[in-house]
């Protein structure tokens, strides 16, 4: 089960929008769904470095189940531009409402947890930031620029908002060079209305393809949850188009849904449902496939990242 504990919920409603929605009871996870808790020494570990760092990370924030595992092997998702979202996901835990200004230090901070943690491979994701400008994506230029000098080795996986009326934002990020941009479809297109209001599935579609025009050297990414009442040709419709736009890796894990008010979970889709999308998704050509109730766009993402430059190269060789 996923716990929230909100100390600020006096001051500032971490999900205002939801308040008065009608609760949904959270339906009790099936056996197949089990999680490692946290506590050992370097799960400490990094939860200290986070902190001293003043980072966000969208493991606590979206009260990810697999953060006993990841942090126990110093992998945290750092969340950068502040803790709260100018969208209003029906699945999503983190916290929604007018955020605070960039802070100016924090690509900073982010590269100097990178080098402390030691990471090969680092995740850096984002609330959306409707509010300025360029939807933050300076902010993301100069937190890549921040790690490539601080730790030259490690490569970068981003998973950006979707930049949606923001021009010039998806060409500068792309300029970055990161190793892997990852934009989640999050659900199929007919949900798009009740589970991501505020997004618009053609244009995620195309800002994936537009990566792949900009630099084809860089990786593309997209993860969709599944128990959101999708049908399974819904679902590999979504594959096909995200093969259309060349996207190289699909994630596709089960929705939990974290607290009443917020999406219900339909269904709970079986571990042979999950092989038998994997399989499918394979034969239609993408490079490389995550599908499992518990994966997450950035669970083993290091792992993923090198079996997938290992896939690119024997696919050229
Ligand atoms: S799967 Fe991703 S978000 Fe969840 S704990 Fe691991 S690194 Fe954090």
């Known amino acids: 089960m996923v716990t929230v504990i909100d100390t600020q919920r006096d001051v500032r409603p971490r999900h205002p929008e939801k308040e008065h929605k009608p609760a949904n009871p959270v339906k009790k ?15 400490e570990e990094t939860r200290k470095i986070v902190q001293e760092n003043n980072l966000v990370t969208v493991c606590q924030e979206a009260g990810c189940p697999n953060i006993g595992e990841c942090w126990s092997q110093k992998h945290a998702t ?11 996901c029906a699945f999503c835990n983190v916290r929604t409402g007018v955020p605070n200004a960039l802070d100016a230090k924090e690509p900073e901070n982010v ?9 090969n491979h680092v ?14 994506a300076q902010h993301f230029v100069e937190t890549i620029e921040a790690i490539r000098a601080a730790s030259p080795d490690t490569t970068i996986e981003i998973l950006t908002p979707d930049f949606l009326r923001k021009e010039g934002a998806i060409e500068a990020v792309a300029k970055a060079k990161p ?19 505020g997004a618009r599935y053609f244009h995620s579609i195309r800002l994936l393809q537009q990566v792949k025009e900009i630099d084809p050297s860089i990786f593309t990414k997209s993860g969709i949850m599944v128990g959101l009442g999708e049908t399974r040709n819904e679902v590999l419709q979504l594959m096909d188009d995200l093969r259309t736009a060349d996207v190289d890796f699909i994630t596709i894990g089960q929705y939990l849904q974290p607290t009443p008010h917020h999406h219900e979970v339909i269904d709970f889709v079986t571990p042979d449902e999950f092989k038998a999308y994997e399989t499918t998704a394979y034969a239609k050509g993408f490079l490389m496939v995550s599908s499992t109730p518990l994966t997450r766009s950035s669970h083993h993402a290091g792992e993923d990242f090198a079996k997938l430059r290992a896939a690119r190269e024997a696919k050229l060789s």
């Open 29 to 43: 996870k099936p056996a197949w769904i089990k999680v490692r808790a946290g506590g050992s020494p370097v799960y």
């Open 78 to 88: 750092m969340m950068i531009m502040g803790d709260t979202c100018t969208r209003a």
């Open 111 to 119: 590269a100097n947890a990178v080098a402390k943690l030691g990471l």
């Open 123 to 136: 995740v850096i994701t984002s609330v959306d930031r409707d509010d300025l400008d360029d939807g933050g």
């Open 179 to 197: 190793d892997v941009f990852n934009h989640n479809l999050e659900t199929v297109a007919s949900n798009y209305l009740t589970v991501r209001p």
